[in-house]
Each structure stands twice: as structure tokens, then as C-alpha cells.
């Protein structure tokens, strides 16, 4: 089921009105079968994928407490072989025997595609919506119990929730079992302060989604569609746009996972913090995804030795991490080199701190101005690889940025409908100016701060605004697909 | 209950003016259609039938998209059998065809069903309704801040009955042959791109020539293949080897006549490459509609 949808309008309030007035103890269940049908309502079948996860990490979780070392291991290695063999089956299968197949074609050895492991059609595979969200979470439970961080939980119905929690279940944000699950078993009553400051976060969301978002994507996939009928500044605006959809879109599903979990008492993590504010690559990459990077830190790079060992070691971990930023997006290598030009230029910005210090020193730049020119520099940097993000491949990305770069007229437009882009622009003003003064987790105080009679006017302008300026596409979030 | 209301209001305050190019092909009921896509939905106009055909049942309305919403499918055949369900005389039927009405993505065939259900004939549920309400709220789009503000394009006029006329010359503006040359170069890449991406489809041919049998018993059927610039024609008919004798041998076999316009291209003037400017639409419809009245005629004495 979408947020932006006619059913989720319906599905919400039954759902929260159903929470508060059932009892406590039933209120786990009321919200695992919400939680299913939600799931369900966009793909029946794959349910059960989730669902096998579910089994396999309760079973696992349950048992290793109290097993001996060895079959500690053996559990640990049962939920990471079932969740990833999951996820590879159904997301990068495909992936990796195209790859195969190409790299064995380059060296002359020509496999037909009936060859190619039976007669089976890789590319026919259905990706489940949210697999790489629910799989991470559901693995770094059963990685938290083994290194002994959590107790496992013994309620099979609060952990099936805890997999499947429907405000986050398809997009994250990822959250961790020692933050969730506690959550999930509080008693909650009822707090209107926190239901209304919910239900804003929920209309910011959808907002940022069908005003801000979509109408950014209308001109995005334009400039991307045909790159090569059109140059220049039509190109350069069809990658800023980008960058701003990628992020308002992805922003828009937090905020409403994130009011939505709010109005029934579960405070969400954030996923962004204002992350066109960054000062460096590395600062941009504390911000932004919070949830996935933390979680590939916490179990990919610092078991990998993190940036502790030497400079070479150090180089090599951070390729990894990103190699998998990139791998986890996506079973594509557009993906995988969007993720490692920000591994690289993360290197980079390492290595010539000291260098670029003694510079701004001897320049005498104030530090107001080296972060303005840190700022420019990151999202121009973004905004260039997030090219490689959004094309189909490698070389469409390439012939982007090549004609992005032939520059020989002013015509901007190439919808032809310059109001939409003044729109766009003043839009992207608008919600940066929002975030810069009031984050992206505390937007609500925009409403609640204000005056009765102010409130009711904001309210009665938005709804305005949503019904008159909102892309009437239904688009799914681009966070779906992975 | 607010929003839905508001909603409502501005999809109705819409509906009183431009929607968009495809609207009007959904606000009425029709005695005779123009069957295609984009070649017949810019380049015959029905007011041109109705002036040469007087005595056929009307309003003619052209039915035709583009091909990737009026491909031959089970999806359009539905359409237009409702569009026609209450005319009471026999009709006039034009299904213009090119390889491109026959094409669809590589490997679909087996989730073309799912495709087709959601192009606007897939969408729209009641095809004939003036206000449609379903077609606003089904495949309407843009902003609907459209309903106060109203962006027609320069060249293009949406008529009541369907017909998108593309106009060369406007008050502001002129299509210049430098740009129709610069556009016909795009329609060669796009159409170079679509050998590679599209294949033609066993089951639009299937739907074509159901979409003929049934039509056969509701008028009379005419497919026909629009002129378009030369080496276009010449490219489809390099891709697409035998395609005339392929649909001429079709239409022989359900007795239906087949008036090919496609090697008279250079009569005509396009815009692009592919579709008429408003004065070559109007002259071949008028060519058409002489062809149509005669073939009537002769087989009429022949009865």
C-alpha cells in the first residue's frame, strides 16, 4: 500500500482509531495483522518471504543465548545464509548472471540465454517491495544477540512485529531491536500532543512527496529520458532536480513513517539531518540514509577493522562500505559506481584535509567561507554522481554528463513551462529554508508554536495547496524498489 | 472530507475547460470512429467525413491515441465497443494501421494485459461523458491549478471530436522547415531506438483482426496507411519487410478494403516526419473520404 494513496487514507485512521481502543495487551496483534495487510495490499504472494525471515531469526535468536559456541555460530550463520540467500535470490540473481555472462563474453565464451542456468528468465524474478530494509533489520537482531548486546525476544507476535512494523516495514528508516522492540511493549495511552505532532510530520511527508517530489521528477525524467536530444543547462537542472527529488521523496516516506509510528507512541529514528547542509562528503554522509550507513558501520566496516588499521587498510574498508551503499540500492552497476565515487572522494577529502587546511590558512578564508565553498563542493559532488544513481546504465550516464557539459544556449526549459520551474525552484527554497531552521524531525513546530487562529488558517492553506499543487501521479516512492 | 471536497470542486471547475489532448475523445458517444494512434489521431479530421460522407451515422470522433495507449488490444477493443453501443445505423469505421500499432516492448507479450490495463483507454472506465469525471481523476496528471490556468499548446487544437490538428503557422509563431527537418531527425533516432527496445506482437495482430470482425457487423470498414514523409515510410517498410502484402492479404481474407496512402507520401507534408500538418490532414482525409464515398458507391451497384 502507498502512503500517498486512497487506501492508506482509509487504512490509517482505522488503524490508529483500532489501537487506542483496543487493550493493551491485544494492541501488538491489532498492529502485526495491520501491518500484514498493509504489506499485502501491494504484493500477496511475497508476504511470505517475510514471514520465513520472521521464523528463521525468532528460531535463531531463541536458541543461541543458550548454546555452546559452536552452534552459536551455527545460528548466527542460519539467519545470515536464509536472509542474505533471500535477498541475493531475489534481488541480485539476475544481476550476477548478466554479469557472468558479460565478463565470460568479453573473453570470447558465448553463453545463449536458455543456457543460462536452465531456461529460467532471471530477469522475470519480482523484487519484493522493501527487502533490503527488512532484511538488514532483521539480521542485525540476530547479529545484536550473538555478540550479546540484546536478549532475544520471546514473544513471537511483538518480534513478527518488530520485522514488520507498517510505517517502516518497505523504507526504513532501520531500525535496531534494542530501540524497536521496548517500544512496541510500552504501554501507551492516549496523548493528543503527540498524535497532533504525528499527524503534522504525516501531512509534511505528503506534502514533500506529490508537491515537492513528484513535480521535481516530472522535469527529472525528462532530462533523463533522452539526454541525447537535449544539452547543457536543460541537463544540468534535470540532475539538480534529481538530487532534490531523490532526497524530498526519501524524506517525504521518513517523515511519514516517522509521524505515523509518532501517533502511536514509537519514536522512529531520523534518516536525514539536513544533509544539503553538509560541510564535507563525509559530514553529508552522516546525514544522510542515517539508518543504512550506521548499520553497514556497526556491521561491515568496523568488523572489517573500521579506520583503525593502516592508511591502505583504512582505503580499502571504506571502498567496501561504499561498494555495498551501492550493491544495497540496487542489483545494478550504475549503483555500484554511484557508491564508489563517494567512496573515493571520501579517501580523498581524508587524505588532503591537512593539505587543503594549510590552503584556506593561507588564503585567509574566513570559516563562514570555507564552509560555503565545503557546502557547494558536496552537493555538486552529489548531484554528479546521483547522475550514475538514476540512469539506466553506465553509458547513458556517461552521455548525460557529456552533453550536461556542452553548453552552447540558455534555453532552460524543456517542458516548455517555465511557471513549473520558477515553481520548482521556489519550492526547493522553501523546504531547504524549513529544514534549515527546524531540522527535519521537528517541522511540526512550524503548527504547534502558533496561535489557534493561525493553525486554522495553515491548516484550511494546505489544504489548498495539497489539492491544487500536487503531481496527480500516484507514484510509488523510488525507496520501494529497494 | 475537506480535501474530497475541494477535490471534487476543482476537478469540476476542470472539466469546464481544457483538460488536456486526448480529453475530448472521451465526452460523447460516436456514429463512426477514427481507430489508430498518433499518425490518425493528428492526421484525419472528422469534420472533413462528415462534410464529404453526408448520409453517414455521426458524430465521426476520432478514437486514435498514440501507440502506446491504442496498440490493438482487448483493452481498446472494449473501448470502442462501448463508444458505439448506442448508434443506431451502421457506422463508418476507419483503423489506420503502421508497423507501430503492431509493436510493443520485447518480451511483454505475456504481461501485456497488465501494460494495457493502465494506459488512459486501460484506465477509463466510461468513455463517453461529458463531464467525464472518470477520465479527470483516472489520468489527469498536471496540477490542478490547470483548471484556473490554462496551458494550450502553440500549435496544436484540440477539437471537440477528438481530432489534435497541428498547426504550422500561429499569430506568435511559425514552424519553420529547419525545424521540421531538425524533428524528423529526432523521429528517425526514436524510431532506430524502438527496433532495438519493441517487436511486433502476435497478439496486437490478434486484436486487430478481432477489432475487424467485430466492427464489420456494427458498418463499414475501412483500414487504411496514412502518408508520412518518405523516408520514414521507407525505413517502416525496411524494418517491417512485406507489410503492405502481410495486411493487404488480412484484410483480402475478411473481405475489407485496404487503401494504402503510403506510397503517395510525397503529396503530403508532415511535421515531424511521421504525422500531417493541419492542411495535408485535411486535404488527405478529403482524398480518403472521396476514396470511401466511392468504394460505396461501387458497391452499392455491385449489390
Redesign the interface.
Known amino acids: 500500500m502507498l502512503f500517498n494513496s486512497f487506501e492508506f487514507l482509509l487504512f490509517f485512521p482505522i488503524i490508529l482509531i483500532g489501537f487506542y481502543a483496543i487493550p493493551h495487551k491485544y494492541r501488538w496483534l491489532w498492529l502485526l495483522l495491520g501491518s500484514y495487510y498493509f504489506y499485502m495490499a501491494h504484493e500477496f504472494e511475497l508476504v511470505i518471504l517475510l514471514f520465513i525471515s520472521t521464523c528463521v531469526d525468532y528460531f535463531c535468536g531463541l536458541r543461541m543465548p543458550t548454546a555452546s559456541k559452536k552452534n552459536k555460530i551455527f545460528y548466527l550463520l542460519l539467519s545470515i545464509f536464509v536472509n542474505l540467500g533471500i535477498l541475493f535470490s531475489f534481488k541480485y540473481l539476475s544481476f550476477f548472471t548478466s554479469s557472468i555472462q558479460g565478463l565470460l563474453g568479453f573473453f570470447g565464451i558465448v553463453i545463449s540465454e536458455t543456457e543460462n542456468l536452465g531456461s529460467y528468465n532471471f530477469n522475470q524474478i519480482l523484487i519484493p517491495v522493501g527487502i533490503s530494509f527488512y532484511t538488514f533489520q532483521t539480521l542485525s537482531y540476530t547479529i545484536d544477540i550473538y555478540r550479546g548486546k540484546i536478549e532475544p525476544e520471546k514473544h513471537f507476535g511483538v518480534f513478527a512485529l518488530y520485522v514488520s512494523f507498517f510505517p517502516q516495514l518497505v523504507a526504513g528508516p532501520i531500525e535496531r531491536a534494542s530501540r524497536l522492540i521496548p517500544q512496541l511493549k510500552k504501554k501507551v495511552d492516549i496523548n493528543l500532543s503527540n498524535i497532533k505532532k504525528g499527524l503534522i510530520m504525516m501531512a509534511w511527508g505528503f506534502f514533500l512527496k506529490v508537491v515537492v517530489a513528484d513535480r521535481l521528477g516530472v522535469y527529472a525524467d525528462a532530462a533523463f529520458s533522452d539526454p541525447e536530444y537535449s544539452h547543457g543547462l536543460p541537463l544540468f537542472i534535470g540532475a539538480l532536480f534529481f538530487a532534490g527529488q531523490i532526497y524530498y521523496d526519501f524524506s517525504a516516506y521518513t517523515s511519514i513513517a516517522i509521524g505515523a509510528a509518532k501517533t502511536m507512541g514509537v519514536d522512529l529514528m531520523q534518516n536525514f539531518n539536513r544533509p544539503f547542509f553538509a560541510t564535507s562528503i563525509t559530514d553529508l554522509w552522516k546525514r544522510w540514509h542515517i539508518s543504512l550507513v550506521e548499520w553497514l558501520r556497526d556491521y561491515l566496516f568496523i568488523p572489517l577493522g573500521g579506520s583503525k588499521g593502516s592508511k591502505l587498510k583504512t582505503i580499502r574498508n571504506v571502498f567496501i562500505l561504499f561498494f555495498a551503499v551501492g550493491l544495497w540500492h540496487g542489483a545494478s552497476w550504475t549503483f555500484i559506481v554511484w557508491g564508489l565515487l563517494n567512496g573515493a572522494i571520501l579517501i580523498l577529502e581524508n587524505i588532503t584535509s591537512s593539505l587543503r587546511m594549510r590552503v584556506f590558512k593561507l588564503l585567509q578564508l574566513k570559516q563562514g567561507a570555507i564552509n560555503f565553498l565545503a557546502r557547494l563542493f558536496g552537493v555538486s559532488y552529489l548531484l554528479m554522481t546521483l547522475i550514475f544513481f538514476r540512469s539506466p546504465s553506465i553509458n547513458h550516464a556517461i552521455l548525460y554528463i557529456k552533453q550536461m557539459f556542452n553548453i552552447t544556449g540558455l534555453h532552460v526549459n524543456i517542458l516548455n513551462n517555465y511557471f513549473e520551474l520558477v515553481l520548482c525552484f521556489i519550492l526547493i527554497v522553501l523546504v531547504q529554508t524549513i529544514h534549515y531552521f527546524k531540522g527535519n524531525d521537528k517541522v511540526y513546530e512550524l503548527v504547534t508554536q502558533r496561535p489557534k487562529y493561525i493553525r486554522y488558517t495553515m491548516y484550511t492553506a494546505y489544504a489548498f495547496i495539497i489539492v491544487l499543487f500536487a503531481i496527480n501521479r500516484q507514484n510509488t516512492f523510488i525507496y520501494f524498489q529497494f | 472530507m475537506?480535501?474530497i471536497g475541494?477535490?471534487c470542486f476543482?476537478v469540476d471547475k476542470l472539466s469546464k475547460g481544457h483538460v488536456d489532448e486526448y480529453y475530448n475523445k472521451f465526452t460523447q458517444e460516436a456514429g463512426g470512429l477514427i481507430i489508430g494512434i498518433s499518425r490518425a489521431n493528428i492526421g484525419i479530421s472528422p469534420y472533413v467525413i462528415e462534410e464529404e460522407l453526408i448520409n453517414i451515422e455521426k458524430p465521426i470522433i476520432n478514437f486514435a491515441i498514440n501507440s502506446y495507449q491504442s496498440g490493438f488490444s482487448e483493452v481498446y477493443f472494449n473501448a470502442i465497443r462501448e463508444k458505439i453501443k448506442n448508434r443506431t445505423n451502421k457506422g463508418i469505421f476507419i483503423i489506420s494501421i503502421n508497423p507501430g500499432n503492431f509493436s510493443a516492448f520485447s518480451?511483454i507479450d505475456d504481461d501485456i494485459l497488465t501494460t494495457d490495463s493502465n494506459t488512459i483507454l486501460g484506465k477509463t472506465k466510461n468513455v463517453a461523458s461529458n463531464p467525464n469525471y472518470n477520465y479527470i481523476i483516472n489520468n489527469?496528471?498536471?496540477?490542478?491549478?490547470n483548471a484556473f490556468?490554462s496551458?494550450k499548446p502553440e500549435h496544436q487544437i484540440s477539437h471537440n471530436n477528438g481530432w489534435n490538428e497541428i498547426i504550422l503557422y500561429t499569430e506568435h509563431d511559425t514552424i519553420t522547415n529547419n525545424t521540421i527537418k531538425y524533428w524528423k531527425s529526432?523521429t528517425i533516432?526514436r524510431n532506430i531506438k524502438r527496433v532495438n527496445t519493441d517487436e511486433k506482437s502476435q497478439y496486437r495482430i490478434d486484436s486487430f483482426i478481432k477489432l475487424i470482425k467485430f466492427l464489420k457487423e456494427e458498418g463499414h470498414v475501412f483500414v487504411i496507411r496514412i502518408p508520412a514523409d518518405t523516408d520514414i515510410i521507407k525505413f517502416e517498410n525496411d524494418v517491417w519487410q512485406g507489410f503492405d502484402k502481410e495486411f493487404d492479404s488480412i484484410t483480402k481474407k475478411y473481405n475489407v478494403p485496404y487503401f494504402n496512402y503510403s506510397n503517395k507520401s510525397d503529396e503530403y507534408k508532415t511535421y515531424d516526419g511521421s504525422h500531417l500538418e493541419s492542411e495535408s490532414a485535411k486535404k488527405f482525409t478529403k482524398q480518403l473520404s472521396l476514396d470511401i464515398k466511392n468504394y460505396l458507391k461501387a458497391k452499392k451497384y455491385k449489390n
Open positions: 475537506g480535501f475541494l477535490y476543482f518480451n489527469y496528471s498536471e496540477p490542478l491549478y490556468y496551458r529526432l533516432k
